[in-house]
Nanobody
Framework: QVQLVESGGGLVQAGGSLRLSCAAS????????MGWFRQAPGKEREFVAA????????YYADSVKGRFTISRDNAKNTVTLQMNSLKPEDTAVYYC???????????????????WGQGTQVTVSS
């Protein structure tokens, strides 16, 4: 059974940093694009960042570009989202996602991904 488990969320002041991790189990995703999404209260789930299977290519939403960094460790089957200079508008539940096969860093739609984690809450206070 495939599982994606996020961790690292919490409460932080504006301007602070958090590091989210996503651990995959049940299969290896070393040849898959991996993505992060977020959903704020009352809003639709939105794309945040994606990383190619090799880690050589990344793609970010404009709202987080320059502040967030996505990375991966295929040996550990993990993906990380380093979030710096956090803003109150970054408050959301953050989800890790993976497609069934392959994928592209330009996979920004919910339907592009087949596996989802349960999410981790990030709250940024002003």
């Amino acid at each position: 059974q495939v599982q994606l488990v996020e961790s690292g969320g919490g409460l932080v002041q504006a301007g602070g940093s958090l590091r989210l991790s996503c651990a995959a189990s049940g299969r290896t995703f070393s040849k898959h694009t991996m993505g992060w999404f977020r959903q704020a209260p009352g809003k639709e789930r939105e794309f945040v960042a994606a990383i190619s299977w090799s880690g050589g290519n990344t793609y970010y939403a404009d709202s987080v570009k320059g502040r967030f960094t996505i990375s991966r460790d295929n040996a550990k089957n993990t993906v990380t989202l380093q979030m710096n200079s956090l803003k109150p508008e970054d408050t959301a539940v953050y989800y890790c996602a993976a497609p069934k096969s392959g994928g592209s860093v330009y996979y920004t739609g919910l339907n592009d991904y087949d596996y989802w984690g349960q999410g981790t809450q990030v709250t940024v206070s002003s």
